[in-house]
């Protein structure tokens, strides 16, 4: 019930599939993942680091502000080692705190960025600003519970707020230099890359470059 589509009867890791596969393909050196509640997203694209064979590092960022679950580091330490991990590095810090010291520059780029804090739009635009200077080309982020608002208790009753990442999603839709593309699985997650050489992209009239053959008659 982490809201990635996963399934225990079957093994079956749901959305993780696309995390692993785009760690795997993209073949990134440091991966940045901003949130988790018990470390299912970290656990798999460090899982995914690790079988590259390149030396990948995964930053895991959450100030274990639910409850005390990453409040230890030695006890954080030993349930990353319980997966065979030992490349993870976990800050407990938020992202604003995080962004304040010397480790954040110092990351190099950032192959893949997944967002899944704190869900408001405000939040998610802080998180994805605060690592756009150090995307590249072909870099990727992913946000988490994407595709709608909703109502989150995960901070108790008295502590509800609304999800609101999706108003952020309709906002980087309308910018012309980026691909948004949901995923409406389970919670939600969208992947949002930046348009390769945007100003190549012309638009062209229906059927132009096409073989005669497969063009429309008129």
């Given at each position: 019930?982490?809201?990635?589509?996963?399934?225990?009867?079957?093994?079956?890791?749901?959305?993780?599939?696309?995390?692993?596969?785009?760690?795997?393909?993209?073949?990134?050196?440091?991966?940045?993942?901003?949130?988790?509640?018990?470390?299912?997203?970290?656990?798999?694209?460090?899982?995914?680091?690790?079988?590259?064979?390149?030396?990948?590092?995964?930053?895991?960022?959450?100030?274990?502000?639910?409850?005390?679950?990453?409040?230890?580091?030695?006890?954080?330490?030993?349930?990353?080692?319980?997966?065979?991990?030992?490349?993870?590095?976990?800050?407990?810090?938020?992202?604003?705190?995080?962004?304040?010291?010397?480790?954040?520059l110092s990351l190099g780029p950032v192959?893949?960025?997944?967002?899944?804090?704190?869900?408001?739009?405000?939040?998610?635009?802080?998180?994805?600003?605060?690592?756009?200077?150090?995307?590249?080309?072909?870099?990727?982020?992913?946000?988490?519970?994407?595709?709608?608002?909703?109502?989150?208790?995960?901070?108790?009753?008295?502590?509800?707020?609304?999800?609101?990442?999706?108003?952020?999603?309709?906002?980087?839709?309308?910018?012309?230099?980026?691909?948004?593309?949901?995923?409406?699985?389970?919670?939600?997650?969208?992947?949002?890359?930046?348009?390769?050489?945007?100003?190549?992209?012309?638009?062209?009239?229906?059927?132009?470059?096409?073989?005669?053959?497969l063009r429309r008659s008129k």
């Amino acid at each position: 019930m982490m809201g990635h589509a996963q399934a225990v009867d079957d093994c079956n890791l749901g959305l993780g599939w696309l995390y692993y596969a785009l760690t795997r393909i993209a073949r990134p050196e440091r991966v940045v993942c901003i949130g988790s509640w018990r470390g299912f997203v970290p656990i798999v694209l460090a899982t995914a680091l690790r079988e590259n064979g390149n030396g990948g590092r995964l930053t895991f960022i959450d100030p274990s502000l639910v409850d005390d679950f990453w409040a230890d580091p030695e006890r954080t330490r030993q349930w990353f080692r319980s997966f065979e991990l030992d490349n993870i590095e976990h800050h407990r810090l938020t992202t604003q705190q995080f962004v304040e010291g010397a480790m954040h520059l110092s990351l190099g780029p950032v192959g893949i960025l997944f967002i899944d804090g704190y869900h408001t739009a405000e939040q998610a635009r802080f998180d994805h600003e605060a690592f756009t200077p150090l995307l590249r080309d072909g870099s990727s982020v992913l946000f988490h519970d994407s595709i709608r608002p909703d109502t989150s208790l995960v901070y108790g009753e008295e502590k509800s707020y609304r999800h609101t990442v999706s108003l952020y999603i309709d906002e980087l839709k309308r910018r012309p230099e980026l691909q948004v593309m949901d995923f409406a699985v389970d919670s939600g997650v969208t992947l949002v890359r930046r348009v390769p050489n945007p100003a190549d992209r012309v638009p062209r009239a229906a059927g132009q470059g096409l073989p005669s053959s497969l063009r429309r008659s008129k």
